[in-house]
């Protein structure tokens, strides 16, 4: 049987706070072998000493590490750490509060397509956050997403956002994983290739990770059955979000775009052609 390996990294600033996610991944209902939280020794955005590590709660591993991925730092450590080894990684933020059944629902829809990562939240690239450029993926059944409309507006605003449902109405394929959801893979779907982040890709973790997948041919599942949405909690950090962050002139959508080109243009995936 697959070893389950939890596996999530943190910034300084949320030192103080990640223990209130360790603790729902500790209460999860299913049988997990590690939790590890990876901390990279040198970070590319912050310092800190070593007084400063935040206190793990006991069945937590950290994982001090020398290489600083960005946020993919989540995961790619974990690879590293389970190559050759028969592992299932769920990776996830270290800023959202997961339902006990989250990793259970992750191992049920690997037994089923044990050959795809599976995530809970995700997008295509036709999405304007995305390349937004009409490209459609020949997979079969694409996942479906609720329309933002008029009427989705208007029900938001009445509840002063309280009403927040998941954006997909429809299990299927997707081009891009979103990590906030939580993803399972496999050590084996990622080769040396991931390791490799030119610069400024290295701030949009999902896009990246997502092109490395589709690149090894590996399809990505959205799983809707018996979700549950995640919350944020209440010391996310704001300042230390990558979603606000611009580096060397790229935001968050023209990193994401700059990295599909990336792809298209190397790699030939997402109709684009080899170089």
């Known amino acids: 049987m697959s070893r389950l390996v939890l596996s999530l990294t943190t910034v300084p600033p949320r030192f103080p706070y990640v223990a209130e996610n360790l603790s729902a991944l500790l209460g999860q209902s299913a049988q997990i072998d590690a939790i590890n939280l990876y901390v990279p020794r040198s970070y590319r955005r912050f310092s800190y000493a070593p007084s400063d590590l935040p206190r793990l709660p006991e069945g937590v591993n950290l994982r001090l590490v020398e290489q600083d991925y960005g946020p993919a730092t989540k995961v790619l450590p974990a690879v ?3 190559r050759d080894q028969d592992a299932m990684i769920l990776f996830c933020d270290d800023d959202k509060v997961y339902d006990r059944g989250w990793a259970q629902r992750f ?5 089923m397509r044990p050959d795809h990562a599976i995530c809970e939240e995700a997008g295509h690239l036709a999405m304007p956050h ?3 450029d009409g490209w459609v993926s020949n997979r079969d059944p694409q996942a479906k997403f609720r329309e933002k409309n008029l009427g989705y507006r208007l029900r938001r605003a009445a509840s002063f956002g309280r009403w927040k449902p998941s ?3 429809s299990a299927g ?3 891009i994983l979103e990590g906030w959801g939580g993803v399972l893979v496999r050590p084996e779907f990622f080769d040396a290739f991931a390791y490799d982040i ?3 890709l290295w701030t949009v973790d999902d896009v990246w990770l997502s092109g490395c997948l589709e690149r090894k041919g590996v399809p990505i599942w959205l799983n809707l059955e018996d979700k549950v949405r995640s919350k944020g909690n209440s010391n996310e950090v704001k300042g230390a979000a990558l979603r606000n962050f611009v580096y060397q002139g790229h935001n968050r959508i023209e990193a994401n775009r700059a990295c599909i080109r990336y792809f298209r243009e190397t790699c030939g995936i997402w109709g684009g052609a080899a170089a």
């Open 80 to 82: 590293q750490e389970y």
């Open 107 to 111: 191992v049920d829809a690997a037994r």
């Open 130 to 132: 995305y390349a937004g």
């Open 167 to 169: 954006k997909a109405v």
């Open 173 to 175: 394929y997707v081009d």
């Open 198 to 200: 030119p610069d400024v």
